[in-house]
């Protein structure tokens, strides 16, 4: 299983960027995918997650300014950030919890992708 993480880039403050992150290989199904960021020297942290049944949950640093969805026919997990802040720069990972049966699910990374945010 692989994935794919793309849609980083400079953005000045209060910009707009949409990440996409596509799953492939083999897959039966997905249970969580979330993102996660991190800066040099600091822990990863979880940005947005997303259940496949459509629930979420967001970091209280980008709630009402960041949307987590997924497209569960392409194995694929979307965030989009609006009113981007300088803090919001980070490297940003996709995850896909995929579940193998009897209980198993296995987590997978994507490659990460650089979203920086100038004043």
């Known amino acids: 299983v692989q994935l794919q993480a793309s849609g980083g880039g400079l953005v000045q403050a209060g910009g707009s960027l949409r990440l996409s992150c596509a799953a492939s290989g083999s897959i039966f199904s997905i249970n969580a995918m979330g993102w996660y960021r991190q800066v040099p020297g600091k822990e990863r942290d979880l940005v947005a997650a997303i259940t496949s049944g459509g629930s979420t949950n967001y970091a209280d640093s980008v709630k009402g300014r960041f949307t987590i969805s997924r497209d569960n026919a392409k194995n694929t997990v979307y965030l989009q950030m609006n009113s981007l802040k300088p803090e919001d720069t980070a490297v940003y990972y996709c995850?896909?919890?995929?579940?193998?049966?009897?209980?198993?699910?296995?987590?997978?990374w994507g490659q990460g992708t650089l979203v920086t945010v100038s004043s």
């Open positions: 995850k896909a919890d995929v579940d193998y049966g009897l209980e198993y699910e296995y987590a997978y």
